[in-house]
């Protein structure tokens, strides 16, 4: 799966269900900063859920009576679909060198389990970056690129942990992010009365 790919699709389906009426930029190119500083919360929000799941071992992908998918995966394609989609409202090409999910994979640092606390900061560390970034605009691209590539490889990370590199299925973070995009296609629009 392609990174451009969780980028267009993420913010196609959140235009389609609402939550982009109102542009991230006004007409002069100037971010609507609160907005986006919002929507880098929520992202975090996304982290701290993965990082709960990841303390109660909460692994594998499963789907509540509702329909809903959760789990590990489930929540850090969340944070990978959140980024994409401020990433496609604000205009930002990606521009990683890591272009495929599967690039990522094959680079990504092979941990242990006592490794993943310190890629969970890592990953929150470049939301912090992001935010920061939002004082001067003209960083807010290379932050955000940083924080999807750093999102993805903690993924990728975690999955190494349970899939072997050479196994033909495919990773659960990759199932994780089909899954959960083709979910967020069903969602009613401006589903969970948020007010972005």
Request: net charge negative.
């Amino acid at each position: 799966m392609k990174i451009t790919d969780i980028i267009h699709e993420a913010h196609a389906t959140a235009c389609e269900k609402g939550w982009h009426e109102r542009p991230l930029r006004n007409e002069a190119g100037e971010l609507d900063v609160d907005r986006v500083a919002a929507k880098l919360a929520l992202i975090h929000s996304e982290l701290t859920e993965a990082w709960e799941c990841w303390t109660t071992s909460h692994f594998t992908t499963r789907t509540t009576p509702s329909g809903k998918p959760e789990g590990l995966f489930v929540e850090l394609a969340d944070v990978a679909i959140r980024v994409g989609d401020l990433l496609g409202a604000l205009g930002i090409k990606y521009s990683g060198i890591l272009a495929t999910t599967c690039d990522v994979w094959n680079n990504a640092i092979r941990p242990d389990f006592g490794d993943m606390p310190a890629l969970f900061v890592r990953a929150h560390g470049s939301v912090s970056y992001a935010l920061e970034a939002l004082r001067d605009s003209s960083n807010i691209e290379k932050a955000l690129t940083c924080l999807i590539g750093q999102c993805v490889q903690l993924a990728k990370g975690a999955s190494s942990l349970f899939v072997g590199v050479s196994s033909g299925d495919p990773d659960p973070f990759t199932e994780a992010v089909r899954i959960k995009m083709a979910y967020n296609r069903t969602r009613p629009h401006r589903h969970g009365g948020k007010a972005l």
